[in-house]
């Protein structure tokens, strides 16, 4: 009965139990589901009864080769250190949408409505809405953005037809020190990827983000202040020279053909490179740094 009455709290949080017509919502014009798959950080939202009181909340996203979307989300439930809870709901992209609007079921066989109505071009901050304006999530790559940034997802958010006084802003937990990527203590940052046929290449150097497909340089740009705010964040929670000794979660390389990939950064002339990895699958501590760095290339 109790898993009766949680499956019931689940279609009805999500799927809506009213019937009231809705204007439609439109979706961005389309999405680069490559892109888009990886973590993304929950900054604020109208919470489902799950997440009334969910600390450190996180959406990851991998497609599968049948096309769905493997989701999993994660938190702590009640403090920074409750907890964890996960659950892991499937994505299905629904057909002429460009990617843009997905089916998510957490019950077979609903699909909730997930709509992906704003997504900026670097892939790093996005708005999921839904038609019934009943929740929404403002999430980004990093746990952290500006309040600049905040305030204008706030404003979409509004435009969208929500009564934004009912928006929660998630709470991460951060690390209380600070540095600056154009102090020396940073010098150079670079990830590679590797595997029979094809490379990527990341460098970031004095302000500067360069990105190499097979050794020629496809996208290069200077990062913005709030580019580089955002990356001294992540670097602020990394030890750099601890990288050297980071477990991989996975080596499927040796085996199947993933890449093969690595991140060197340089800091006060020492260039410190971690372990290899599967390029989809870096040492939890990496992970933001890898998803800020992969986010950026187009």
């Known amino acids: 009965m109790r898993v009766f009455r949680f499956t019931l709290l689940i279609i009805m949080a999500l799927t809506g139990v009213a019937c009231n017509t809705h204007a439609p919502m439109p979706a961005v014009d389309s999405v680069d589901l490559d892109r888009f798959m990886g973590d993304w950080y929950v900054i604020a939202n109208i919470p489902t009864f799950l997440e009334k009181d969910a600390y450190n909340p996180v959406e990851s996203y991998q497609r599968d080769a049948d096309g769905t979307i493997a989701t ?27 990617n843009a609007i997905w089916g998510m079921q957490f019950v077979w066989p609903i699909k909730a409505d997930y709509r992906i109505v704003y997504l900026d071009d670097n892939y790093q901050q996005t708005i999921i809405g839904r038609t019934s304006r009943d929740y929404v999530w403002i999430m980004a790559r990093t746990a952290q953005i500006s309040d600049q940034d905040y305030g204008e997802l706030v404003s979409q958010v509004r435009s969208l037809g929500y009564d934004t006084a009912l928006l929660q802003r998630a709470v991460h937990k951060i690390p209380k020190r600070s540095v600056s990527l154009q102090a020396p203590s940073v010098e150079n940052i670079e990830y590679s990827a590797i595997t029979r046929g094809k490379s990527e290449r990341v460098v970031v150097q004095k302000g500067r983000y360069s990105y190499f497909l097979n050794d020629k340089k496809m996208f290069q740009t200077m990062l913005t202040k709030t ?3 955002v990356l001294a964040t992540i670097l602020a929670g990394l030890d750099v020279a601890a990288i050297e000794d980071l477990q991989a979660p996975s080596k499927r390389y040796q085996f199947d053909g993933a890449m093969v990939t690595s991140l060197a950064i340089k800091s006060e002339g020492k260039t410190h490179r971690s372990v290899t990895f599967d390029d989809d699958n870096p040492p939890e501590e990496l992970k933001e740094l890898v998803n800020y760095l992969l986010g950026m290339r187009f």
């Open 227 to 229: 580019n580089l705010n």
């Open 72 to 98: 999993t989300f994660t938190f702590n439930d009640g403090s920074l250190d409750g907890e964890q809870k996960i659950y892991r709901p499937r994505g299905f992209v629904v057909d002429n949408s460009n």
